[in-house]
């Protein structure tokens, strides 16, 4: 099995900024991909941003050039640094990834989501 543990998170005002991090323990052979989903009261869970093997990074339009996601392969964590937030990015943040691991003694890909946290940013 595998477990996202996230940290970070709060409360802050418009305009500034918080940082989640997320780190990946367990079985892991390989992580496929790696990032941030979102969901906001009364709407759809939302991909934020996210590492696809080695490929760059993809964001979300309506944070990009605001929220910058990094990680550390050699930890099998990621972090979402986000700046100049605004009332509308308040929600519930998930770490997701997709992990080649090892589930009732069966290797594959499974996917894997973290507790979430609160974001909130008043206006």
């Known amino acids: 099995q595998v477990q996202l543990v996230e940290s970070g998170g709060g409360l802050v005002q418009a305009g500034g900024s918080l940082r989640l991090s997320c780190a990946a323990s367990?079985?892991?052979?390989?992580?496929?991909?790696m990032g941030w989903y979102r969901q906001a009261p009364g709407k759809q869970r939302e991909l934020v941003a996210r590492?696809?093997?080695?490929?760059?990074?993809n964001y979300a339009d309506s944070v990009k050039g605001r929220f910058t996601i990094s990680r550390d392969n050699a930890n099998n964590t990621v972090a979402l640094q986000m700046n100049s937030l605004k009332p509308e990015d308040t929600a519930v943040y998930y770490c997701?990834?997709?992990?080649?691991?090892?589930?009732?003694?069966?290797?594959?890909?499974?996917?894997?989501w973290g507790q979430g946290t609160q974001v909130t940013v008043s206006s």
């Open positions: 367990g079985i892991i052979f390989k992580i496929n991909a």
């Open positions: 997701h990834a997709l992990v080649y691991s090892v589930r009732n003694m069966k290797r594959g890909e499974y996917e894997y």
């Open positions: 590492f696809i093997s080695g490929g760059t990074p």
